[in-house]
């Protein structure tokens, strides 16, 4: 949320530096099917920003030319981009590892049934977001009726095949606290998520991811209305732990908008703190090496290294039981 960067780069954060790009992010549009609490994207139904297919060949030029291992898609719902498969055929012919940041529930929604088989075939890893395996929780943060539709979801992926380690089809599910603080302990959460979900609904995954909320747009927005957000940045400030630097996703990922413009993370293109510093096409880099070059921080950026850490591919660290090096107390609770 735009309001919040003033505060936000108020806040000092260690500078850090980019390793080898290894990782393309691209956000296919803000369009989706729910209107989360904790979207820090700000995504929702009536969203029509969504990234055309001139961009996405400028994409894939870019993959080919900078020998790019990863292509980590987001929304939205990126599903809901007409472009979606297409992209996805011709990274997977270049022999990149796909990755679908999915709302499970968007399979239940009509025309959508074609997702897990289509996933499937081209060998993508699934990172579905399922913010609690507890009903009440999951709609308070994304509407009556987001739970069960999850669940089908999730097991209509299940039927494909995907979270059985005789496949290879990585199904993993992230988790997002509901209220103002740090996730819990990443390891003991996802066996509680893993009993649970095997338990009332035969449900199998491969990893949990646990990440932060971050303190912008959406999720911003709620904390300013109810006066908590000086609280929640004392909060990541005071639990910042400085071994995860290391780790960070912004070392070796690099965010592309709808419009082909390109940020040091997600997190950073929704505050539109280009790459730099500027407004940076993703058509200017196709030949340039970014290795070593800066990345833009500011107090958000504590939401990935406060506690046991927090990225796309959720904890960077191993928690030290309850508490942070700082002290905060992780919540207990899913």
């Known amino acids: 949320m735009r309001d919040t960067l003033p505060r936000l780069e108020a806040i000092d954060f260690p500078a850090i530096r980019r390793d080898r790009l290894t ?12 209107s989360c609490v904790h979207c820090h994207v700000a995504a929702g139904p009536n969203r029509k920003e969504l990234m055309d297919w001139d961009t996405m060949e400028t994409a894939l030029a870019f993959m080919e030319r900078q ?16 472009h979606f498969r297409e992209l996805f055929r011709h990274a997977h012919a270049m022999g990149v590892q796909l990755m679908d940041r999915c709302n499970p529930t968007i399979i ?27 009903s009440d929780n999951v709609e308070k943060q994304r509407g009556k009726g987001s739970f069960d539709a999850s669940i089908a979801g999730l097991q209509k992926l299940n039927e494909q095949g995907y979270g059985d380690p005789d496949t290879g ?3 993993d599910l992230v988790y997002n606290p509901v209220g103002a603080h ?17 338990e009332h609904f035969g ?8 990440i932060a909320n971050m ?20 909060t990541l400030q005071t639990a910042h732990r400085t071994a995860n630097l290391k780790n960070v996703m912004c070392r070796s990922l690099i965010s592309v908008d709808w419009q082909g413009y390109v940020y ?22 196709l030949d340039r090496e970014l290795q070593g070059n800066p990345i833009r921080v500011a107090g958000h950026c504590y939401g990935c290294t406060a506690g046991q850490g927090s990225s796309c591919g959720g904890a960077l660290s191993e928690a030290e039981g309850e508490a942070t090096a700082g002290g905060f107390k992780l919540a207990k609770q899913a």
């Open 169 to 171: 089809l990585e199904l």
């Open 23 to 34: 990782t393309l992010q691209m956000n296919l549009g803000y369009l989706c099917n729910l």
């Open 182 to 198: 740090l996730p819990p302990d990443q390891t003991q959460l996802e066996a509680d998520y893993r009993e649970f979900l095997w």
């Open 203 to 210: 449900l199998r995954f491969n990893s949990l991811f646990a």
């Open 67 to 82: 020998k790019i291992e990863t292509l980590d898609v987001t929304g939205g719902s990126p599903e809901m981009n007409p």
């Open 264 to 285: 040091d993370c997600d997190f950073n293109q929704m505050l539109d703190m280009g790459l730099g510093g500027r407004r940076t096409h993703l058509s200017e880099l």
């Open 215 to 234: 303190p912008i747009k959406r999720w911003g927005s709620l904390l300013l209305s109810t006066n908590q957000f000086d609280d929640y940045m004392e």
């Open 108 to 134: 239940e929604e009509p025309g959508y049934d074609w997702i897990p088989g289509f996933l499937a075939e081209h060998r993508v890893q699934v990172v579905a977001s399922l913010p609690c395996y507890q």
